[in-house]
């Protein structure tokens, strides 16, 4: 599976706007790029995921530049509400016919203040 | 729309025994994995289940053991417990394998 390298930790300030970057050098061509959310105690909460370009929904996008070996969370005008961690991970491609053994890494910690 | 949901919120048990944990997927869901959560690290993977039937298993000793139901919820099932089993776990439902993955508000376990 592949291995992500993303920043230990941020901070921001509310209003603005955050980008993780995540780097997965070793992507497989099935794999794809997907983002979660976890507050302290809770379960992850899926934030976004892709294959390749943009893909932008109501909370975040996902920018996936053409050789997928990084890719870039988004989230735009940030609040208090979003300090958590966040997990970039890879795999599940469709076509392996096995499961899906998701791979966390530490994640990052965004905190954002006032 | 119900989410994962897991049983039992918080559980205190001491070294030796045993513990079973429970988990209902997202309806439709044919898919159910386990992870455990160590304070301070990223959930790791345990197993996962589909159409009661194992499809992966994570680096875990045989202590740990799962079943999915024809429901399709799943039991995680932990013998001769240690300290170290101490943790958050965590399903989580798909509708296949490979599909996007949800996960449920977890159980935290405390081993004394």
């Known amino acids: 599976l592949a291995k992500t390298t993303q920043p230990i930790s941020m901070d921001s300030y509310e209003g603005q706007e955050v980008n993780i970057t995540c780097s997965h050098n070793?992507?497989?061509?099935?794999?794809?790029i997907t983002w979660y959310q976890q507050f302290p105690s809770q379960g992850p909460r899926f934030i976004i995921q892709?294959?390749?370009t943009k893909v932008t929904n109501e909370v975040a996008s996902l920018f996936i530049p053409a050789d997928r070996k990084s890719s870039t969370l988004s989230l735009p005008r940030v609040s208090l509400s979003d300090t958590a961690v966040y997990y970039c991970?890879?795999?599940?491609?469709?076509?392996?016919?096995?499961?899906?053994?998701?791979?966390f890494g530490t994640g990052t910690q965004l905190k954002v203040e006032l | 729309d119900t989410g994962v949901t897991q049983s039992p919120t918080h559980l205190i048990k001491t070294r030796g025994q045993q513990v079973t944990l429970r988990c209902s997927p997202i309806?439709?869901?044919?898919?159910v994995s386990w992870y455990q959560q160590v304070l301070g690290q990223g959930p790791q993977f345990i197993f996962q289940?589909?159409?009661?039937?194992?499809?992966g298993r994570g680096n875990f000793p045989d202590r740990f053991s799962a079943r999915q139901f024809p429901n399709y919820s799943s039991e995680l099932n932990v013998n001769a417990l240690l300290l170290g089993d101490s943790a958050l776990y965590l399903c989580?439902?798909?509708?296949?394998?490979?599909?996007?993955?949800?996960f449920g508000p977890g159980t935290r376990l405390t081993v004394l």
């Open positions: 989580a439902s798909g509708g296949a394998p490979t599909d996007t993955q949800y």
């Open positions: 070793n992507i497989a061509t099935n794999d794809y």
């Open positions: 892709g294959y390749k």
């Open positions: 991970l890879v795999g599940g491609g469709r076509e392996t016919g096995g499961g899906n053994k998701l791979t």
């Open positions: 309806s439709g869901h044919k898919s």
């Open positions: 289940y589909y159409e009661k039937e194992e499809r």
